[in-house]
Every structure is written in structure tokens, then in C-alpha cells.
């Protein structure tokens, strides 16, 4: 007999904070890989003996708008502890985090997930989220190790997860969910190729049904989403294996090979590191003024929670509402377009979506970066609302100003794309069409409402793509009777 068992998943996620400089010295922070080694530094993030750290006000407050974004409590005291290890790529010998005062207090974010037309929504708590500095960057060759001290002393927020997650899809969502609130903010880019997003998943099984938690595995620095739900699911199976062989799952630290897609383990309990977390001395604990808080407070934008629940009141599907506020640029640039009001949501929403998001995706492009601004998009479709061009003319328009630019009003007067309205023409047509297809004729009388599309395409054709195709309908439904 097998028992059916239910995961319980919690998340670590490391982010690397977009502050202009590090944590405790003013090195510029997140240089990346064009810089070269070890020449973003100091004294301070090289940790040589003697020297202080000083905390940077630009972190702090990133992640206290970070915080926010996740309904965490500001907590207005905090502390620093340092967290002992040995590893080159950290000279000091220990790292500087916050461990028994964060700086975020518990909060939660809602994720949504499922098929796109019965999507489902979870509150998922955060235990805490806490500011530490980065260690350095090691890479290791045949015969020696190289470390680059640039990432040294970054900021980054850890976000600690409750164990509210039941799912690999929970927590693909949760993922999404944490990039877009970042994002959203302006706490990090968020750029797991640049490693500015890490994350720790740890996983355990119980009976469902029951509320005891299982014995957990950790699977550590997971640097993609598509990671974090294959290595979850692997672990999933495994552990299900292992507990309906009557074993017990050992808690300890794995590893995911991406490319077999298995995890291994890394270091089991037994050894596991004492980090020895004592008290920071050289920094006094961090007291937020209330005014300071209230100004970080004031300065938040709209949250995307809240622009699409508006989006829905509406009209806009709950899928649509979330892809167009799946950034802040995508949800600015939506609004930019329905602002005169000339334009509808949905169109815009179609629009937005289908051509140009698609475009730009194809190009591996933000839409930060879209060749073609929110407003030459509106005029576009202002064409398109007024039934002045076709759908198909409009997409040409489009790809034309995609490519080279330029205003709409004028590409569809070069074009000479204007519409033919005179009912006397396309009736003219419409009846030219009818006696070039009886098989569609008498499809449509038979009852086969769609045989239309073949006489429709007819009249397209006659008029070169300049009527439109929704007016030929109701004409030639008028003519069939
Ligand atoms: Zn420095």
C-alpha cells in the first residue's frame, strides 16, 4: 500500500539589491562582467584588518521599499551579526548579515497560478526578509582559483519564505511573483544570468491530511525557475520513493545537475557548519527615523496588485490584467495607450500582447526598449477603433513604424490605405463575390454560418484589402438573407 503524501516547500531567495553603491563602503555596486576583476574595490569589501564598515543609506532604503512590496513590517530597529565561515572568496573570515533583528518583519504576497482561463490565487507568507553582504566571486581551473573581489560587500535582501508552498508550480509562481515585486520597485533588476537572483529551495513530504512537518532537503543556489521546478519535482519523487520503501529521507544538503536533472547530496546534518553568529561590534544597530520612513513610504508607486484589479473592474480578463502588469513598463505603457480614452482596453490589451510584445520577445527586447513608443501606438489604433483601416492594414502600419518609424497618419496616407465606406461599392462587391462562389452560397444557406469567411475573403480581395471585413459581413449576411 502506498500513501499519499503532500509537499511542503519554503524559499530562500537571495536578491542583489540596485543600490549605487555596496553595503558598508562606497564601491560601485553591481558592475558585472564588463568591468574587469578586482577594480571595483576597497580596503573595506577587500576585508583587510583595521578597517570599518560603514553602512550605506541607498541599500537601506532599498530594502525597505523592498519590504514593503512584500507587506512586511518595517522594523524600525535592526541589527548586525556576523556569520562565520571560511571561504577565499571571503577574507574577512565571516560575512555581515542581519540574523535575530531584520530589518522586514513577517509579511506575505499573493501568487497566481493554473491555466490561463481558471487561474488561482494563494497567500503565501514571508517570514522575514534581511539585509547581508555578498561574498566575492571564485572561479576554479584545472590547476588554480581565480576570485574577483567586485560582488564583494554587495547588498543583498534575503527573503524567507514560510512553508506555505505545495506545489513546484506554487513555487515557480511565488518566483515570478518576488521578481515582479522587485522589479516593480526598483529594489533589483532581478538578472539571474548576472546572478542578481539566487535561490534556495527546501522541500519535505507528509501524509496528506496530517499537519507534522516531514524531514526537509535543501537544494542550494538554484540560478534559473525552470531549476527551481525540475529540482523541486525531482525531490518530490525521490523523497516519495524513499518513504513508500519504508525509508527515511535524510536531511541534508543537495545539489541539482541541471543537465542530468537529478540532485546529489552536498554535506548531510551531521556536518553541518556552526556559523557562530555573534553580535557586529563595529556597527550600531540601525535605528530608521520616522520621518526618513515616512518619505520611503510616500515615494512608493502604485503596486501591480492594485492596477490590475483595476484593469478587471474594466473589462480586462484576469490573465490579461496580470501579463499587462507582469512589469511596470508594460503596465505604463498600456496606460499611455488607453489614456485619451480613444482606445479601447481590449484593443489595446490585444495589441500590446499579440503584435508587440510578441515582436519584442522575438528580439529578446524589454519593452523599455520597444522601437516604437506607447503614443505611436495609440495613434495606430485610434485608426483601428474608427474603422478606418482593417485589421490587416493596421498590423502593416504597425511593422512598418516597428522598423523604421514614423506616425501612423502619415504611413496610411502614403499608403493610400484609407477604407472604402461607400455601401453602394462594396455591395457592388459583395453581390461580384456571391456569383463567383455558390458552393459557399449554398454552404451558407444549408446553415454552415462559417462558409461566410470564403465570400468575405472574396470582397477582400476585390477591393484590395480596403474594406473592412467586419462591415462585408453584415452586408452580405443582409444580401443572403
Ligand atoms: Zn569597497
Not at 516531514?214 to 529540482?231: I, M
Amino acid at each position: 500500500m502506498t500513501t499519499q503524501f503532500e509537499p511542503v516547500i519554503g524559499l530562500e531567495i537571495h536578491v542583489q539589491l540596485a543600490s549605487k553603491t555596496k553595503l558598508f563602503c562606497t564601491c560601485p555596486n553591481g558592475v558585472g562582467e564588463d568591468t574587469k576583476p578586482n577594480t571595483a574595490v576597497c580596503p573595506v569589501c577587500m576585508g583587510h584588518p583595521g578597517t570599518m564598515p560603514v553602512l550605506t543609506e541607498g541599500a537601506v532604503a532599498l530594502a525597505v521599499r523592498a519590504g514593503l512590496s512584500l507587506h512586511c513590517e518595517t522594523q524600525k530597529r535592526s541589527s548586525f551579526s556576523r556569520k562565520h565561515y571560511f571561504y577565499p572568496d571571503l577574507p574577512k573570515g565571516y560575512q555581515i548579515t542581519q540574523f535575530d533583528e531584520p530589518i522586514n518583519g513577517a509579511g506575505y504576497v499573493e501568487i497566481t497560478f493554473g491555466p490561463k482561463d481558471n487561474l488561482q490565487k494563494k497567500r503565501i507568507g514571508i517570514h522575514h526578509a534581511h539585509l547581508e553582504e555578498d561574498a566575492a566571486k571564485s572561479s576554479h581551473f584545472a590547476d588554480h582559483s581565480l576570485v574577483d573581489f567586485n560582488r564583494s560587500g554587495s547588498p543583498l535582501l534575503e527573503i524567507v519564505s514560510m512553508p506555505d508552498m505545495r506545489s513546484p508550480d506554487e513555487a515557480y509562481a511565488y518566483l515570478t511573483e518576488i521578481k515582479r515585486l522587485m522589479r516593480w520597485v526598483g529594489a533589483s533588476n532581478c538578472d539571474m544570468e548576472k546572478g542578481e537572483l539566487r535561490v534556495d529551495v527546501n522541500v519535505s513530504l507528509r501524509p496528506v491530511g496530517t499537519e507534522k512537518f516531514g524531514t526537509r532537503t535543501e537544494l542550494k543556489n538554484l540560478n534559473s525557475f525552470k531549476a527551481v521546478r525540475d529540482a523541486l519535482q525531482f525531490e518530490i519523487n525521490r523523497q516519495t520513493e524513499v518513504l513508500n520503501a519504508g525509508g527515511q529521507v535524510k536531511q541534508e544538503t543537495r545539489l541539482w545537475d541541471k543537465v542530468e536533472c537529478v540532485s546529489r547530496p552536498m554535506r548531510s546534518k551531521e556536518d553541518a557548519l556552526d556559523y557562530r553568529y555573534f553580535p557586529e561590534p563595529d556597527l550600531p544597530p540601525l535605528v530608521l527615523k520616522d520621518e526618513w520612513l515616512e518619505n520611503i513610504k510616500a515615494g512608493m508607486p502604485e503596486m501591480p496588485s492594485s492596477k490590475e484589479a483595476r484593469f478587471m473592474a474594466a473589462g480586462l480578463s484576469a490573465y490579461d490584467a496580470g501579463v499587462l502588469t507582469s512589469s511596470r513598463e508594460i503596465a505604463d505603457y498600456f496606460e499611455t495607450v488607453t489614456k485619451s480614452g480613444k482606445v479601447s482596453l481590449k484593443t489595446a490589451s490585444n495589441w500590446i500582447q499579440t503584435d508587440l510584445l510578441g515582436m519584442l520577445h522575438a528580439e529578446k527586447k524589454e519593452i523599455e526598449n520597444s522601437p516604437m513608443s506607447a503614443v505611436q501606438l495609440a495613434e495606430l489604433l485610434e485608426f483601428v477603433e474608427g474603422g478606418k483601416i482593417n485589421r490587416k492594414q493596421a498590423r502593416e502600419v504597425f511593422d512598418e513604424i516597428y522598423a523604421h518609424g514614423g506616425k501612423a497618419a502619415d504611413i496610411i496616407a502614403k499608403r493610400g490605405m484609407v477604407q472604402v465606406t461607400d455601401e453602394g461599392q462594396l455591395e457592388a462587391w459583395a453581390k461580384e463575390a456571391i456569383a463567383a462562389n455558390p458552393k459557399a452560397v449554398a454552404d451558407y444557406q444549408k446553415g454552415n454560418k462559417a462558409a461566410i469567411g470564403a465570400l468575405v475573403g472574396g470582397v477582400m480581395k476585390l477591393s484590395k484589402g480596403k474594406a473592412n471585413p467586419r462591415v462585408i459581413s453584415q452586408i452580405l449576411a443582409k444580401l443572403l438573407g
